[in-house]
């Protein structure tokens, strides 16, 4: 049976995430292409080697109109710990956004819809964009207490997020693979700075979509795993458990951006499986 394993001992982010699937295409060129021709307003997919403890890999850069959300963070920090929204309650307008100079500009989930909708892919990656997507936003929601409806995500945040769960589903629609399971999570450990404050690792956001998933933290103080992440893990993975007997014919490796002393990246195997 044709399988993917993600060994996620050192997390899991949207952006390496896309970069180990992108190692396991065949034709490497040709998938950032397809990325890059995905219709994401203003977005661009760039693929660079990467290297952590000695291990080659691909690291994603993700850009909105040129601008990189989350320098200041794990990875691709699109969420900030879990809190890149805003959201309207009791008449109160509450941003949670940092500001670095970014435009204030924010999407509700209606916006979101739109821009998926106009997405160059099949009807079957559209409406998985959507439930990961619906996952993140729910879990947002659930945090701060207020409808779907009155959430609110920074632009370049918004489509980052967008742009990183696309790639991954186009790229799994690709690889087909029949069945997809990963390890347990390591989500890190300490704290990590939000609008609101030092919050816990894992963000709450982060927290709540991994509700029944097998999770720890490890010794590397940081947030190692991010909502987007963690919203793909959950709908894509169908089992979390040790890897099975597989024969394996690729690797992929997806580094982060941030130096751990353990090496910082999501694994992908691809083969097959009784």
């Known amino acids: ?20 699937l992108l190692e396991l295409t065949p034709d490497r060129e040709a998938a950032l292409a397809k990325l890059n021709a995905l219709g994401v307003p203003g977005v661009r997919f760039a693929a660079a080697k990467g290297v952590k403890c000695g ?14 959300e989350g320098a200041d963070g794990h990875e691709h920090h699109h969420e900030h710990g879990g809190c890149g929204c805003r959201h ?8 949670h956004d940092h500001d670095h100079g970014h435009r204030h500009v924010h999407r509700g989930m209606a916006d979101i819809e ?3 909708n106009g997405l160059n892919v099949s009807e079957s990656v559209r409406a998985q964009v959507l439930e990961v ?20 995500f920074h632009e370049v945040g918004a489509l ?12 799994m629609e690709d690889l087909a693979p029949r069945r997809v399971l990963a390890s347990a999570v390591n989500v890190g450990s300490g704290h990590v700075h939000c609008a609101h404050g030092v919050m816990p690792v894992p963000a709450p956001a982060t927290a709540l979509i991994l ?6 933290g490890g010794h590397e103080n940081g947030e190692l795993c991010t909502p987007t992440g963690a919203a793909l893990l959950r709908h894509f993975v169908s089992d979390f458990r040790p890897m099975p007997v597989m024969t394996v014919s690729s690797i992929g490796y997806g580094m ?7 090496a910082n990246c999501v694994r992908a195997f691809l083969g097959e499986s009784e």
């Not at 049976?1 to 180990?20: H, N, P, R, V």
């Not at 291990?55 to 990189?68: P, R, S």
């Not at 996952?135 to 409806?149: L, N």
């Open 256 to 262: 982060g951006k941030k130096d751990f002393e353990a």
């Open 160 to 171: 980052d997020a967008v742009a990183d769960i696309a790639a991954v589903c186009t790229l």
């Open 211 to 216: 509700r029944g998933v097998p999770i720890y």
């Open 88 to 95: 309207e309650h009791g008449g109160h307008e509450h941003s």
């Open 114 to 116: 739109t821009v998926v």
């Open 55 to 68: 291990i080659t890999g691909t690291q994603m850069t993700v850009t909105v109109d040129g601008e990189e």
């Open 133 to 152: 997507y619906k996952i993140i936003a729910a879990a947002e929601s659930a945090v701060h207490g207020v409808p779907v409806t009155e959430i609110h």
């Open 1 to 20: 049976m044709k399988t993917i394993y993600f060994d996620c001992a050192m997390g899991a982010a949207g952006d390496m995430l896309t970069a180990a």
